[in-house]
């Protein structure tokens, strides 16, 4: 079990969602790493593969109430190959968050058909790869949890209680109860 409490600390100190930009887009090993998120990713990646499964904490900045991205449902399609959808969804089942969004890079790729279409310039599905695809592409799985805006001070309860929910009795990992903290309000 590896705990990563700031996944990128030049975003961190700068209190923004970048640093040279986003970490969560084209999330991959690069073998000529050219920005700060680069150099980043290739440590996450390493240590992602180490493990079997993923919790990535977020904070948001606009309005809104906390909620999980899940993963595609089981498939051998060629955006995202996935054999683990049970198991995700049980993992996200006790996390917290009732509201949760499935299937990231799917709407992401509709997303980018649908700029295209309007004359923009079509970027790379890749672009919508973080790292819960890079752990579902190594064999793992794993979710987001949004837990709530940046500065609001439930968001940390949220994060707090999915991290303890994570670990608890269904996962084997601590003998502790489950957290069921109010999320709205």
Not at 16 to 36: C, H, I, M, Q
Not at 78 to 93: D, I, K, R, V, W
Request: net charge negative; hydrophobic share 35%.
């Amino acid at each position: 079990m590896t705990f990563v409490p700031v996944a990128n600390p030049k975003a961190f100190r700068q209190r923004t969602r970048e640093g040279e930009r986003d970490l969560n887009r084209d999330l991959r090993e690069k073998s000529a790493p050219v920005d700060y998120e680069d150099h980043i990713g290739n440590q996450l990646c390493s240590l992602m593969r180490e493990h079997d499964i993923l919790l990535d904490l977020h904070s948001f900045r606009s309005k809104g109430e906390p909620f999980i991205f899940l993963g595609p449902q089981n498939n051998d399609g060629m955006l995202e190959p996935f054999h683990h959808a049970e198991a995700e969804g049980s993992f996200a089942a006790v996390l917290g968050p009732s509201i949760v969004t499935h299937g990231w890079l799917e709407i992401y790729a509709g997303f980018l058909e649908v700029r295209a279409r309007h004359g923009y310039p079509r970027g790379p599905v890749s672009e919508g790869r973080g790292t819960t695809e890079y752990m579902r592409a190594v064999g793992g799985f794993g979710v987001t949890v949004e837990c709530g805006t940046h500065d609001d001070p439930k968001s940390i309860d949220i994060a707090y209680a999915a991290i303890v929910n994570a670990l608890s009795p269904g996962y084997g990992y601590i003998a502790c109860p489950f957290r069921h903290l109010p999320i709205k309000g």
